[in-house]
C-alpha cells in the first residue's frame, strides 16, 4: 500500500529547520507508518536563502512570505521555525485556514500570546504539537515509563539545569540569525523562555503540575549592538535563572539555567528523588539513565548506569541493534513518528497547543517573582 502524503510547509530554515527538516527525511526509513512527509515548500523571508535551503534539503518548492505559503491548496501542516515573536501570527492564520501546525518552543513569548493561538487551534480542531525534543530521548521516556509504574513512590525533590556559554561575549550583537535569542523584541525573554522553558516541560510531563515559583534573573551584558538598529541598546532578556518551585504533588523542585557558565555548551540535567528509587539524566550521555532503588538487596545497593538501547526501551527496536546508540537528531524523528501515528489513531501528540500553554504560565511566573522579588502563584491553565 503506498503511505498517504503529509505536505509539509516549513516556515524558517536555521537550526530548528533543519532538525525538522532531518527529521521529516529519515521518519519511515524507520518507523511503519501509514503517512509520509513530504518536504513540499520552505519559506524564509529572503529569496536566496530559502532558494538554497530548498535546494540542498530538496524541498519542492519556496516561498518568500508565510501568507501564501499558508494559502497553498497542496499544504496540508505548517511547522513554524522562525524566531518567537512570530510564532502566534503564522500559528493562527494557518490554524484558521485548516493546516495542521507543529509549532517550535516555546509556543510564545508570553502566556497572553499563546493563549489566542491554543484557542484558534482549538476552534479549528487541527492536529498539533510543540516541539519539546528531549521528552522524545529514549532514556527521557524511560525516566517517564519508571515515574508513571510508581517505582520512585512519593517523590520529594525535582532538580533540573540547562547551562550554556555561548553569549559570554560582549561583542556579540543582539538581532539576527540566531542572536535574536538575545533579543527581548523576538525572543520574549532569556535562558527562562529558551532554555528553562525545556526543564519546565519535562518536569510538568514528569513530576506533574508546579503550584508557585520563587525566582531570581541576571542580565550580566547589560548592553549590546542591536543588528537591526545598528546602535548600541539596553539588553532586556535574562542572561541567567534560578527557581525554586512546589510542586501539586507536594515535591520541591530546584531550577537552574545560564549561557554564562564556561565550559558548558549545552548541558541539560535532571535528578528526581523519590521515596523509593531515585533517577538521573545528563544530555551529554543521553543514552544512559542512572537509577538508584532502594529496594535493591543492601549489599548491592548503589546507582546503575542503564545503557537504553535496548529494544524494549522507548522507541529503541525501530532504531539498530542493543548496545548500539542514537542522538540528539532522532528525539525528532520520533516527534515526527508519533505525530504521523496520531493522525493514523486520533491520539494527540504531546506537548499539545493546550499542555504547552502550562509551560508558559510557569515561565511568565518565573520572570514575574523575579522582577516582584516575591513567590508568585502559577495561573491555572
Ligand atoms: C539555544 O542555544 C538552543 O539552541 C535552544 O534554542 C534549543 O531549544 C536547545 O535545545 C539548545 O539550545
Request: glycine share 8%; charged share 25%.
Amino acid at each position: 500500500m503506498p503511505l498517504k502524503p503529509l505536505n509539509i510547509g516549513l516556515v524558517g530554515y536555521g537550526f530548528m529547520g533543519r532538525t525538522h527538516s532531518n527529521a521529516y527525511k529519515r521518519v519511515n526509513d524507520f518507523f511503519d507508518l501509514e503517512y509520509r512527509p513530504v518536504l513540499k515548500a520552505v519559506c524564509g523571508r529572503t529569496e536566496a536563502g530559502a532558494k538554497a535551503f530548498a535546494e540542498k534539503w530538496q524541498y519542492e518548492s519556496y516561498e518568500t512570505d508565510w501568507r501564501k505559503l499558508i494559502d497553498r491548496k497542496d499544504i496540508d501542516a505548517i511547522d513554524i521555525c522562525t524566531p518567537n515573536d512570530t510564532h502566534a501570527p503564522i500559528a493562527i492564520a494557518a490554524a484558521e485556514a485548516g493546516k495542521m501546525v507543529l509549532c517550535e518552543k516555546p509556543l510564545a513569548r508570553t502566556l497572553k500570546e499563546a493563549a489566542p493561538m491554543v484557542d484558534a487551534i482549538e476552534k479549528a480542531g487541527v492536529p498539533n504539537t510543540v516541539w519539546y525534543n528531549y521528552r522524545r530521548v529514549p532514556a527521557v521516556t524511560l525516566a517517564k515509563q519508571l515515574i508513571d509504574e510508581g517505582r520512585l513512590g512519593r517523590i520529594y525533590h525535582y532538580r533540573a539545569n540547562f547551562l550554556q556559554d555561548w553569549t559570554i561575549s560582549a561583542d556579540l550583537p543582539q538581532g539576527g540569525a540566531g542572536l535574536w535569542r538575545l533579543d527581548a523584541a523576538s525572543a520574549g525573554s532569556g535562558v527562562t523562555g529558551d532554555l528553562l522553558a525545556h526543564c519546565i516541560d519535562t518536569a510538568l510531563w514528569l513530576n506533574g503540575s508546579i503550584k508557585n515559583v520563587c525566582a531570581t534573573t541576571e542580565t550580566f551584558v547589560k548592553e549590546r549592538t542591536h543588528t537591526g538598529t545598528g546602535k548600541v541598546e539596553p539588553v532586556k532578556i535574562d542572561d541567567a535563572c534560578t527557581f525554586f518551585c512546589r510542586f501539586e504533588n507536594g515535591s520541591l523542585g530546584l531550577f537552574e539555567s545560564t549561557r554564562y557558565a564556561r565550559g558548558h555548551k549545552a548541558l541539560y540535567t535532571f535528578e528526581i528523588n523519590g521515596e523509593k528509587a531515585s533517577i538521573k539524566w545528563d544530555l551529554h550521555d543521553l543514552h544512559r539513565l542512572e537509577y538508584f532503588d532502594y529496594g535493591d538487596p543492601a549489599i548491592l545497593r548503589g546507582w546503575k548506569s542503564i545503557h537504553v538501547t535496548d529494544g524494549d526501551h522507548p522507541y529503541m527496536k525501530n532504531w539498530w541493534v542493543p548496545g548500539l546508540q542514537i542522538g540528539y537528531e532522532h528525539t525528532f524523528v520520533h516527534q515526527v513518528a508519533d505525530f504521523l501515528q496520531g493522525l493514523s489513531t486520533g491520539k494527540p501528540t504531546s506537548p499539545t497547543f493546550r499542555e504547552a500553554l502550562e509551560t508558559q504560565a510557569v515561565c511568565d511566573a518565573v520572570l514575574d517573582s523575579a522582577e516582584q522579588h516575591k513567590w508568585e502563584d502559577v495561573i491555572q491553565v
